[in-house]
């Protein structure tokens, strides 16, 4: 109400003369076209269906690529960036590749690398935002401004790879679906693709890009345009002579394909509607619409926001003061958490030293009565080996008393012998003395 009263305050006034803030629009595109423009595509779709051809084709030069193989096990984003110029005005083109996608046998998870890639860039960008000092002026922004979706001409619907990845895709980038080398099918069959594709598109909920009508200028080219999506494209490097010039065209043994013949593909619909007509509006788009929905979630995910519960006027300082009061109250949370763990830590370390002592004591003991058996036997083995040197030693003795008795004896048999003799012939003059006495 007060934003309506307002405007409704506002007089409309007439200059008195020439002021100068007429060339303000002569400014911003001095500034501009000083600056240079940035532009990035995303391509997505299957090795060896022509992205890299309708690239070359699409901005008339020759980007340096590598031919992918079949054989990758994931999917990867190859970015390759470019400085282009026409005339005065300068671009820096960054061209993604998705290397490997479609290749692998279970394909269920091959949109997440891309997702990931393309939330990434959008990361980049909020992290320079939220900044204290920025530099978005001379920040080089890489997020997506197109992905150009490539469909395989052959079958007669959309992959459910495609509906997949496009669906995920569709809140974060704008989509363009293309239908690839769409010179290997006939005008008819052509025609009924992209109805079915259109229709699956729309069944399955997936929004691609739609030209704006908003605007005057191109209301009427958009809205036609509209109503060829998805573009059939052909794109080709080789020079052709067609009449009296030369085209870009695919040679064949009943004829040519003209790039650039509208009768024959619809490339010069999507170089028309890509770059000379909605380049700008793609890059609004992604500032306005995917940029800002990526932006929203991720700071409420942090906790910020611009209305408290009745619906009242939420200030950036009191969404600080509410959030750290939050920290606050979660990190005195974790910390008797992990004051708790500690304490739980500790009383379990305590039970673990207590058991390990009890079993060491255990041990002990064990070990002390084993060592104490073992001195016990050790002692009874001395006490009888003591025995039994002691019995040897009066064993030697006795033997060596013996021995030398034995000895002495045989010294002492020969003088005894003589002596024996003796008595024996002195015995008769004693025994005729003796009677003869007895006679007197």
Not at 77 to 83: A, C, I, S, V
Not at 114 to 139: C, G, M, P, S, T
Not at 196 to 206: A, D, P, R, T
Not at 358 to 381: C, G, I, P
């Amino acid at each position: 109400m007060a934003a309506t009263d307002a405007n409704e305050d506002k007089r409309n006034l007439e200059l008195g003369g020439h002021v100068g803030f007429d060339s303000l629009p002569d400014q911003l595109v001095s500034k501009s076209v000083a600056a240079g423009f940035c532009f990035n595509i995303l391509c997505v779709g299957e090795t060896g269906i022509g992205k890299s051809t309708l690239m070359n084709t699409l901005f008339n030069t020759t980007f340096e690529n590598e031919e992918a193989g079949h054989f990758e096990s994931v999917v990867q984003l190859l970015p390759q960036m470019y400085d282009l110029q026409e005339s005065n005005v300068k671009l820096k083109l960054t061209v993604v590749h998705t290397v490997g996608f479609g290749d692998q046998i279970n394909k269920e998870s091959s949109y997440k690398p891309i997702l990931d890639y393309v939330d990434a860039q959008f990361e980049r960008y909020l992290e320079e935002e939220l900044k204290i000092k920025r530099y978005l002026l001379n920040y080089h922004d890489t997020r997506i401004h197109i992905c150009l979706y490539f469909i395989a001409p052959t079958g007669h619907s959309l992959k459910s790879l495609d509906l997949v990845t496009m669906k995920k895709l569709d809140s974060k980038v704008n989509i363009i679906p293309v239908i690839a080398k769409a010179d290997t099918v006939s005008k008819s069959e052509l025609d009924k693709l992209k109805i079915k594709i259109m229709s699956e598109l729309v069944s399955n909920g997936v929004q691609i890009y739609q030209f704006p009508t908003e605007d005057e200028a191109v209301a009427e080219i958009n809205s036609s345009m509209n109503a060829h999506l998805p573009f059939a494209v052909v794109g080709s490097a080789d020079d052709v002579k067609v009449g009296n010039k030369m085209v870009k065209a695919r040679l064949y043994p009943w004829g040519s394909v003209q790039v650039e013949n509208e009768n024959h593909c619809d490339f010069v619909k999507l170089r028309e509607m890509l770059l000379r007509v909605n380049m700008e509006d793609l890059r609004d788009q992604t500032h306005a619409r995917h940029y800002e929905l990526y932006r929203r979630c991720k700071l409420e995910e942090m906790g910020f926001k611009d209305t408290d519960p009745d619906s009242q006027s939420f200030s950036l300082q009191e969404t600080y003061e509410a959030k750290r009061k939050e920290f606050i109250v979660e990190l005195q949370r974790k910390e008797e958490e992990m004051r708790q763990l500690f304490v739980n830590k500790v009383k379990e370390t305590e039970a673990e030293l207590k058991e390990k002592e009890k079993e060491l004591h255990e041990r002990f003991e064990q070990l002390k009565r084993l060592h104490q058996d073992e001195k016990k036997n050790l002692e009874e083995k001395r006490r009888e080996l003591e025995e039994e040197m002691n019995s040897f030693n009066r064993r030697k003795v006795a033997a060596e008393t013996l021995m030398g008795q034995a000895l002495q004896g045989c010294s002492q048999q020969p003088f005894k012998k003589d002596k024996d003799k003796k008595n024996f012939f002195s015995l008769p003059s004693a025994c005729s003395l003796t009677s003869g006495r007895n006679l007197n």
